[in-house]
DNA sequence: CATGAATGAGAATTCATTCAT
DNA sequence: AATGAATGAATTCTCATTCAT
């Protein structure tokens, strides 16, 4: 009965999230070719077949993957991003929404920092990644053009803040720095120190 | 002569340092377990039997190749730091250094990144990464202790400047931003100021 | 009527049954090093991967095949051992049973006569090997203790008697003697005049 | 020096020697297949190349082997037989002869129980055993002629002592009975009930 | 003759994928 | 749609043999 009304609500089938479900979490625990159909079938509680009739194979999948997570984080950092903040306040957000994000789906942020340039994504993946940066890099404009920046290219600081935000999270989630409300402003703010002008 | 000193001493005729090397490059531009051993023979100018001389199997390769990459981006970072250098100087050093390590060996620097936390590594390569990181721990607790360093833990500090560093390289690497000295020192700057008190 | 119920019963479909019976003649015709995978998937009708759901490797499947043959050998020579006979019948009984279990499980005779001391025998197969020879210790100390037999241990009885049979065998099997009724009873005679007090 | 006197001395070479000897040592503990040639080849305390000059590959070895140690059998029951023994005494001459061809040879002797039938043993190695063999038939004929013998096939009565005593040996080889000077000759004279008229 | 590093064909094993049920 | 046993191509690894030294 309950099972019944979950595949009626949203997210269609239930099953073919449980298996981009598993395969997110496996993909970052291990790596995708280090992780096997099987296993994903197990952890998604569903026989090893089944998982082809929602994918076009094991690239299939990691490309639902992949556009998920990535899709995921678009939602956090720039949908609902809230208009008309200045640099600062701006940069305050994403940073602590960058948090939110990692903390909500740790799986599907991990993987996408360690499947970036990889060969199997395909043409609607790198689409989305490309949508994704695009949309940073207008935001970043913004407030380079503001005069708020340091006057390096935008890129550049959004790689070196992002990456900031990701040797982080890695220390956290390996448990060797424990997340903290406190750890959250104040690393935001040297973040923030990094970039402004 | 130098060259002729290095025979005698190893056994080497350089054989295992060309399986090493290809295997870096092949690991990094793909990844441990998407890369094939005869690939790795391949592009060592070796039969693929060869290996299995040198090494024991796939993962002593990998474990090699672990252990090479980190001594050596040690050797950058640590073992030739001019004593007595106060935090900025230091930091300085060290961020020119960094950019220096990535330069001179890519393929190391990249597959240290995406190869941490993998499970194949064995006791060596944890014991060869835990020692390096204790060595940056104290050089950061000995800056903090004199009062130039933001008051976060040093773990934090390490972290997010290191992280800053990688996401930039990524960056350059791509081709995404080109690599100047006008880069070089405007960054390290930048990652001074998020970390400095 | 009855291999429908097996059907029913264990899941085979006879799959893993055909494995292990290409396996025997294989390792006994040959050897266990000399025979190949493909080759017992090939005589079994079966490709090589299936193998490997039904047993653990080669290894698995060389102790399943001598655990199959030796518990096999215990049913002709202790299960069906009617109780209450004298020295001289249960050892004629005996010395027919052999024959039988030879003539009708050649590859499985010839097998476990090979295979005895081989150091890939698992714990179980070890057991299985050791519970057949207290067995027939129990019954030959019972024949000793009664007098009927030479006053040697009854593992030497044992030992020298086994192993005239499988000496004769062998000439059987390798077509040197012919095997006639006869033959069966004057040699059981023989043997048993080899042991008798 | 010494070395050189052994070299002159008989047994030609003594690498040669030593990697024979190894050999049927690593065939026996082992199988053939199962044994490496760099295997022999450090028992030897030689090079594995070494062992090419000697022998045509492994299989040249193996028939080298098999041809020295049946030779070796040979010289203990057929060559140095006395001649006009009766019956009863001739089997009880050979059997002590086992005993100590077993003793002293114990590697050859299992070697030749379990590599019989191999089908890597060449035309000499055949014809070296067949001879064996026809020799033992003869004298197992004329005690046959002589009506000393139970009325059986010459080779019954021959598989069957003869796998009576390598039962018997088996056992003693493994430890589970020890070898005493009242075995031996109580073993023989069970043997002989066995096959006297 | 002796060596043993190097070779590469061939063996064991894995795993993405299919397909009868 | 769902299953999971079966498949066999692809992969890792072994080992008899060669050959430059």
Redesign the pocket.
Known sequence: MIQAKIIELGKS?G?REAIVHAAVELFSEQTYEG?????VAGRAH?????????FE???GLVNAVYQMAKLEMKEYLVDTMPGGLAAQEGFAWMWRRLWECATDHPAGFTFLETHHHADYLNATSRAVSEEFTLEMMEIFSRYAKAGELKPLAPETLISMSFGAFIGLWKSVAAGAIKDTEELRSASGEAAWAMIRA
Chains 1, 2, 3, 4 share one sequence.
Do not use: N
Request: charged residues 30%; without cysteine.
């Open positions: 089938d099953k992780t096997r159909m099987p296993e569903v026989a090893a077949g089944t998982i082809y009739h929602y194979g094991k690239e």
